[in-house]
């Protein structure tokens, strides 16, 4: 594939048709691109990205989301179903995240386009917040492994962020979430579980301490939200995370991850309506007429929402513990297989996203083993500070003989690594844009500027 993708395979479109191309052409391109790249999936080599897998599963979502997929939400007297499916989604994950031992029952929330939207309305909540108590200069403690979404939240709304260290067990170092607080913090944030490592954030920690400053604790479970929250029931001693902890004051997790929605929703609970007010927009005087919306989006497609609700409720309880089954005991092989290996070293005690590196001893290059793996077509994700990748397990990973084939892949991993010591790898620490520096390098996975990558005529 060359600088544009597919322009060596279809006609590129440089400038607008002046006349329509058939439908059955246009599907013929989109079934054969859509099935060349979901092809590695179906072989259960993916970490994260496509959390079910479940061809009847999206099927079905597919088809709810057809019914509603031109509806706007904004016009909310047109379509009261979204309100109705908007409501039980976030009841639904309410129940899940324990609003129920906040007294009052007062945990609300509001639906989002994704984990990032999740992440930075309680930032604008919390600047809110802080300058109804004087703050001007609001500050946000994390540490260094909390998501980026947070970091642009932050950068878009004036909050300086301030990075705390985290332990040797890759969790947030609570002295030093405590060292840099100050009466300009107007809230913490931790991970259940982060992104690089699939860990827990000390919350329980972060919660006391958010108490006793009378500031907020947002907790982002965005990636682990709905599945860390099974845990405990399939008997992993997964620690405390949500509203039954008292300074926990919002909460985020994505459906479009383990909740096995489609792509572009998540779920944004607020530990009290009086906190959530500060996130919706109300322009009363505009010309156009009275203008109301919950968060950062104008108009909403009706399709998501519904995909959203239809998962939850067609997969239920039992459906969500079952694949979370799968999916702890799957990772628990996966991270005994990488500790099989002398060579290799898991970061903590992961239980669905196991990162891994190379022993200091072993002085071998944790991507040169990724590049190898990535010739057998797995995906890893490669992280940095420290070097590492990590295998974040979904559905399809939990197919019989993922695990078998994985150990064997990662055997010849280590000994690539061992025959081309001090040589370059092509995988990187790369979470978006691509996998590999030469990918990036040569623009074929990068975005920053797509109309410049066009080929010349
Ligand atoms: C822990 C965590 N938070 C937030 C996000 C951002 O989610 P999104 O990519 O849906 O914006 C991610 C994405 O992987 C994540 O892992």
Known sequence: MGLYPYADKYPVTRCFPQLGRPREEILAEIVEMAQLEDSPYHEGKISGSIYSGDEEHYEFLNEVFGHYSHAN??????????????????????????????????????????????????????????????????????????????????????????????????????????????????????????????????????????????????????????????????????????????????????????????????????????????????????????????????????????????????????????IAGDIFRTAAEIRDAIRSFPELRVLGEPWFNVAFTTTDDSGLDIFLVNDFMASRRWRLNGLQKPSAVHFCVTRPNTQPGVVDLFRSDLADAVEHAKANRGTRARSGAMYAGGMTTEQVESGVAWWLDATQALPPA
């Open 73 to 322: 939400v904004i016009q909310r007297d047109m379509y009261p179903s979204a309100t109705r499916f908007e409501g039980e989604i976030i009841a639904m994950a309410a129940d899940m995240l324990h609003g129920d031992a906040v007294p009052g029952g007062t945990v609300c929330g509001v639906l989002t386009s994704g984990g990032t939207e999740s992440l930075m309305n309680p930032l604008l909540v919390y600047r809110e917040w802080g300058r109804e108590r004087g703050i001007t200069a609001p500050n946000l403690v994390m540490p260094v492994t909390a998501h980026p979404g947070l970091i642009k939240g932050a950068h878009y709304f004036g909050i300086e962020v301030r990075h705390a260290a985290v332990t040797d067990q890759f969790v947030a170092d609570m002295d030093s979430v405590r060292s840099l607080v100050d009466e300009n913090t107007v809230a913490l944030a931790g991970s259940a579980g982060s992104y690089p490592h699939g860990l827990v954030d000390p919350i329980d920690q972060l919660s006391d301490l958010a108490l006793e400053r009378g500031i907020n604790l947002h907790v982002d479970g965005c990636l682990g939200g709905f599945i860390l929250a099974w845990g405990n029931d399939l008997g992993y001693d997964v620690p405390v995370f949500d509203f039954r902890l008292p300074g926990v004051t919002s909460i985020s997790a994505d459906t479009h991850k383990y909740g096995f929605g489609l792509k572009g929703s998540s779920v944004l609970l607020y530990r009290s309506p009086e906190l959530r007010r500060r996130q919706y927009f109300i322009v009363p005087d505009w010309p156009g007429g009275a203008y109301t919306s919950p968060g950062m989006s104008g108009s909403r497609s009706g399709g998501i929402i519904a995909a959203a609700w239809a998962s939850m409720v067609s997969l239920g309880r039992e459906g969500y513990l079952a």
